[in-house]
């Protein structure tokens, strides 16, 4: 069965700080790996991974995967108040091109000023 | 970018009633779109998949008489909740993935609906 687990679960820091979210998986037929972050509304996106070893990189945000190993991180450098929110791992599910994603239980982060 | 846009945002609604949800996407036109649902506390779970034209496709434990999906066009898939009861409180979301950047493109999800059933 297709799964997708974060960690930490849960976690505090102070502006400033540099966190480190990881995700594992386990899936048949492995496409691509997806970050979203969802504050009080609906997930937005973030990345999509699909190569092991290249890093993506959005401001203060970066993302790898490790295709070999099965996991991939999120780093966010500087963090702000602002960042907060349930950061999602998810990866497709199935053989076809489908919209079901197989989503991780989400970090929720909690920056403090 | 691709935008998906949902209505309404927030519903509260009395048990046995039916519930409609709209989602809409609105710089393009997407023939599938996909219906999540998030209790408190838990993650995404896709609920059932849209067809535009045809019938919808249902996930496991869905039950497709409860939630009626409808694909009326290539932008609109509405989610009605029949006879809705307090533990069908939940975070509806629609999302769908722009065809013109292809297959492989990320979903993008509309702002979600929280349904509360007293």
């Known amino acids: 069965e297709d799964k997708v687990v974060q960690s930490p679960l849960s976690l505090v820091v102070h502006e400033g700080d540099t966190v480190t979210l990881n995700c594992s998986y386990e899936v048949t037929n492995f496409r691509s790996l997806l970050w979203y972050k969802q504050e009080k509304k609906a997930p937005t996106f973030l990345f999509m991974l699909?190569?092991?070893?290249i890093e993506k990189k959005s401001g203060r945000l970066s993302s790898i995967l490790d295709k070999k190993e099965l996991f991939s991180i999120l780093n966010i450098t500087a963090t702000q108040t602002g960042d907060s929110a349930v950061y999602l791992c998810?990866?497709?599910?199935?053989?076809?091109?489908?919209?079901?994603?197989?989503f991780g239980q989400g970090t929720t982060l909690q920056v403090k000023p | 970018g691709a935008v998906v846009s949902q209505h309404p945002s927030r519903v509260i609604c009395k048990s046995g009633t039916s519930v409609k949800i709209e989602c809409r996407s609105l710089?393009?036109?997407?023939?599938?779109m996909f219906w999540y649902r998030q209790f408190p506390k838990q993650s995404l779970m896709l609920m059932a998949t849209?067809?535009?034209?045809?019938?919808?496709?249902?996930e496991q434990g869905v039950e497709k008489d409860k939630f009626l999906i409808n694909h009326a066009s290539l932008t609109l898939s509405t989610l009605t909740v029949t006879s809705a009861h307090p533990e069908d409180s939940s975070f509806y979301i629609c999302s769908a993935r722009d065809p013109h950047r292809g297959l492989g493109s990320p979903l993008h999800f509309g702002n979600g609906t929280r349904l509360t059933v007293t």
């Open positions: 710089d393009f036109q997407a023939t599938t």
């Open positions: 699909t190569s092991s070893g």
């Open positions: 998810a990866v497709p599910h199935g053989s076809s091109n489908t919209g079901k994603l197989i």
């Open positions: 849209s067809n535009e034209g045809s019938k919808a496709t249902y």
